[in-house]
Every structure is written in structure tokens, then in C-alpha cells.
């Protein structure tokens, strides 16, 4: 297995019963649940979960909002909307990138110690998994370097393909 920095862990396993203080959920504009991560989050968290995105208006794409975790192991549920992949030419990495900056913000606000992203808009928003791991990896990445105090950063991915592309961007990283 390729190594991975101190402070990044890759694995394959149902975000839901990770034991972190925040997970992301790879929302949608409405907050309003929806298939994949979204919907798997939805679930294990409870009706709370809605209740709680319901008051908080949305989100925008590129953008990032906080909830309780309900009755999910993690105290918190960071919801970013990354977007939907249109080809590469509607600014696409930019918003991606805004999305786990935005997240990331949300957990250095928030004093939190962990967390744990799924590979944002690579499911249903067709974005391409290379191109989003390497995003996710660098502004992963940055943030550990500028947040001497976090300890554990979790790319929590869904099949063998993944796991393997996250952990070969990991490993173009300076360790």
C-alpha cells in the first residue's frame, strides 16, 4: 500500500458509523436528503436531520452548512454542495474546491479535532474521480498544514477503484 501523510487516513467503509466528530454529506442545494451518501446520511441520522435542514435555507453549490449528527456517531453533520459535472468548462473546480474549503472552514470554526468526507459530487453529480480526488487530497492537505491542533482527516470512500485513486493522489503529497 502507498503511504499516506500523518494525519490523512483513506478507507473503505459506511461513512455513517465512523466515530468522528463531523461527517460530510455530498448534498444537494435543498439539504433536503437524496440518493447515495445523501440519502444514507439521511437515514442513520434520523428525522432530526431533516427538521434541523429544513430551517437552515439551502445551500449553494461551493458552499457548506452544519447540523447536529443525531443519531449518528459523529457529533456533526457538515452538508457541502460540490457540483454537478457539466464538463469542466462551468467552473466546476473551483466551486469543488470552495466546497471542501467551505467544510473545512466549518471545522476549524467549530474546534473540531476529526472528520470525515465522502468523494464529493463523484456519484450521481458525475464529476470525474480522478480529477475530484486530487482537489479533495490538496485542500485536505493544506488544511493540515495550517491547523497545527486537528488530528485526523478521513477520506472514506465507497469501492476498491476509489480507495486506490485516493490513495495514489495521497501519495503525490510532500510527507
Not at 447536529?68 to 459535472?85: D, N, T
Not at 467544510?103 to 463523484?122: M, N, Q, W, Y
Not at 486530487?134 to 480507495?163: H, K, M, N, Y
Request: aromatic letters at 8%; hydrophobic letters at 40%; charged letters at 20%.
Amino acid at each position: 500500500m502507498l503511504q499516506v501523510p500523518a494525519g490523512i487516513e483513506i478507507v473503505r467503509a459506511d461513512i455513517t458509523t465512523l466515530g468522528v466528530d463531523a461527517i460530510v454529506n455530498a448534498a444537494n442545494e435543498s439539504l433536503l436528503g437524496g440518493g447515495g451518501v445523501d440519502g444514507a446520511i439521511h437515514r442513520s441520522a434520523g428525522p432530526e436531520l431533516l427538521d434541523a435542514c429544513k430551517t437552515l435555507g439551502g445551500c449553494r453549490t461551493g458552499s457548506a452548512k452544519i447540523t447536529p449528527g443525531f443519531r449518528l456517531p459523529a457529533r456533526f453533520v457538515i452538508h457541502a454542495v460540490g457540483p454537478v459535472w457539466r464538463g469542466g468548462g462551468h467552473g466546476e473546480d473551483d466551486l469543488l474546491t470552495s466546497a471542501y474549503r467551505d467544510s473545512l472552514r466549518l471545522v476549524g470554526e467549530h474546534d473540531l479535532k476529526s472528520v470525515a468526507f465522502p468523494a464529493i459530487s463523484t456519484g450521481i453529480f458525475g464529476y470525474p474521480l480522478w480529477r475530484a480526488t486530487r482537489i479533495a487530497i490538496r485542500e485536505g492537505w493544506d488544511f493540515l498544514q495550517g491547523t497545527p491542533r486537528f488530528e485526523r482527516l478521513v477520506f472514506c470512500v465507497f469501492s476498491d477503484e476509489a480507495l486506490e485513486v485516493y490513495h495514489e493522489c495521497a501519495a503525490e503529497l510532500p510527507i
